[in-house]
């Protein structure tokens, strides 16, 4: 394929999704991540998109939205570690909530087996995947049906959320950076997250590496109330992920990284990191259940172990 016809396949991708991966992208042309980047660069300079870390959105600085058929098919693999990590630390009998969005809906699909649990959603596809999940009570929320990411918003969900009280929220979103946390393109989303928020007393955040340093329009969680990050192993070659990291990390957030979900151009397994550090976290917190001033997360058990990074403050 001509560098022509592989930048106007690139730019018709991001103009239809807002917001593509440089491994989506190599994989659509494909070719290899090196090349795509530098057709990245040739759009960018003639104004046609913006680069972000990892990826490419449209121009004006903040990403729009996409819809559900886009996103689903967006970083599956990556979407799929996390989730698996996440459900680790679900527990038995626990009563949490999960928000709307394809990572969300990877994780509810691993919830059916939890005993005991109780969830709170606005989101139809994490109900549907707990619809027949017997030992799992599920609860939504009211509210107006959004077409785009299959939620509950407005009002009547937040009414619904008054008065409830849970010990973890899971929640993804458009973007996460250290400077103002975790971010949506849609007010009335925004709006519920941070309802869902309100009644968690500790916040998980289920975003890949391709989030990481986006910044969108809405925010729903500010750095400050995040308690974990759970998120997928970023590129060799992304240092803006990996400084994002490190700045979340700074500010108390844990990280939990979960292997398996990215490769390199070459598509050699990413450099292995270790499986646990321990981390202080600076400052005062919200407190809740589990959470201390000073954590370790072990190493899941399983088959399918999921390696735990926790980084070590600077």
């Given amino acids: 394929m001509f560098a022509a016809e592989r930048r106007q396949l690139i730019l018709e991708m991001v103009r239809a999704n807002g917001a593509v991966s440089l491994r989506e992208l190599a994989r659509v042309v494909q070719t290899s991540e090196v090349t795509v980047r530098r ?17 490419a959105v449209l121009p004006g600085g903040f990403t729009r939205e996409s819809g559900f058929p886009q996103k689903s098919h967006l970083a599956t693999a990556e979407k799929t570690a996390i989730a698996d990590l996440a459900a680790n630390f679900v527990e038995e009998g626990e009563a949490i909530v999960v928000g709307a969005g394809t990572t969300t809906q990877e994780l509810a699909r691993r919830l059916a087996r939890v005993p005991g649990l109780t969830v ?33 918003v407005g009002s009547g969900a937040e009414q619904s959320l ?18 103002r946390g975790l971010s949506t393109s849609n007010m009335l989303s925004a709006s519920v ?17 391709t989030k990481l340093g986006t910044d969108t329009m809405f925010q729903t969680v500010p750095t400050d109330l995040i308690t ?13 992920a990996a400084t994002e990291l490190q700045a979340l990390a700074d500010q108390g957030v844990q990280i939990a990284v ?17 499986q646990r550090r321990d981390v202080p976290l600076p400052g005062p917190r919200r407190q809740g259940p589990g959470l201390r001033s000073a ?16 980084l070590r403050r600077r």
């Fill in 295 to 310: 954590v370790a997360l072990t190493e899941p058990q399983g088959n399918e172990r999921a390696r735990v990074a926790d």
């Fill in 258 to 274: 979960a292997p398996g979900g990215t490769t390199n151009s070459g598509g050699e397994s990413p450099p292995s990191r270790p």
């Fill in 162 to 179: 008054q008065g409830l009280r849970v010990s973890r929220a899971f929640l993804s979103g458009s973007g996460l950076t250290a400077e």
């Fill in 39 to 55: 057709d990245v660069r040739a759009l960018e300079a003639e104004g046609l998109l913006d680069r972000r870390h990892g990826g």
């Fill in 228 to 240: 974990r990050l759970i998120t997928d192993e970023p590129p060799a070659h992304d240092d803006r």
């Fill in 120 to 152: 709170v959603t606005n989101s139809l596809l994490v109900a549907q995947a707990l619809a027949h999940a017997n030992r799992v009570e599920v609860v939504m929320t009211g509210g107006t049906l959004r077409g785009s990411n299959y939620a509950l």
């Fill in 193 to 209: 997250d941070r309802a869902l928020v309100q009644a968690a007393s500790e916040v998980v955040v289920l975003a890949d590496h």
